[in-house]
């Protein structure tokens, strides 16, 4: 894992202003989340040999190896009419670090196959997600007419302060109650939300889309989106990948305003 550790008191490895609790060496704290693409069977050709099925059956087969680039109109006339399950026929699977939180948000789309570690077969890990100094941390509004704006030093500086003291009083916690003898199971019920978890998560382009155009924050989309970062942060590293793959297709959702067919 990357990341800042807790012997350093800023994100870049450079002593800070931030107090570091001697008890927190064993712990590492970041602010950022891994999205590795592992697998994958996904081209834009896939999209076009199962469109065309339905008007050359068998012979479709033949499009497997064909030119996509060819076949733009075909692609942005199914993404635009909304015609999506041509792009079902694909699969992609990814590897993520992220916070626990995190993943509560991504699995609540119900859009992809999880595996994710187990906190009953394994001890966890110190590892634990807090804000960088970009993080926007001030909320403005009233809820679905809201923005966040930028905290303040000594806002930025509470928040890295406090997240760091609990997580170690917390894991602390943990650490007894496994020397105790209790059970993984239970002892990690102390543990914050804000510590990381890992998963395999595995989805098809049209799954992915309506994922992205929830969790991505784009002035291009047809319905603006207003995901918390720390979900965005996954979603944006998802969704390059997609696009290497995928060109044409990602090109075609760009196109039409980000709308999942």
């Known amino acids: 894992m990357s990341g800042a550790t807790a012997s350093s008191g800023g994100h870049d490895g450079t002593p800070g202003d931030t107090p570091v609790d001697p008890r927190e060496g064993a712990a590492e704290f970041r602010d950022d989340v891994t999205v590795e693409l592992v697998r994958s069977a996904a081209r834009d050709a896939d999209v076009l040999f199962a469109a065309r099925v339905s008007t050359k059956g068998e012979q479709s087969l033949e499009d497997v190896e064909g030119d996509a680039e060819r076949s733009k109109g075909l692609v942005n006339y199914l993404m635009r009419s909304r015609h999506g399950s ?36 394994r001890e966890l890990r110190p590892v634990f997600y807090v804000p960088g100094p970009d993080r926007q941390l001030v909320q403005e509004g009233k809820p679905g007419h809201y923005q966040f704006l930028d905290g303040t030093p000594d806002q930025h500086k509470l928040v890295e302060e406090e997240t760091r003291h609990q997580c170690v009083e917390a894991y602390a916690a943990y650490q007894r109650m496994l020397d105790a003898g209790i059970a993984r199971e239970v002892a990690r019920i102390v543990l914050p939300l804000t510590i990381y978890s890992s998963a395999y998560v595995t989805v098809n382009a049209r799954s992915l889309m309506n994922f992205l155009s929830l969790r991505v924050r784009n002035d291009e989309s047809t319905y603006p989106s207003y995901p918390q970062r ?3 942060m996954v979603a944006e590293q998802m969704e390059a990948a997609w696009a290497e793959l995928m060109p044409v297709s990602h090109a075609a959702f760009q196109r039409n305003g980000r709308v999942a067919p």
């Open 86 to 121: 041509p792009f079902e026929h694909n699969s992609m699977t990814f590897y993520v670090q992220a916070p626990i939180f995190v993943f509560r948000e991504l699995m609540r789309h119900r859009m992809a196959s999880y595996n994710e570690e187990s906190g009953r077969y």
């Open 230 to 232: 720390e979900i965005e």
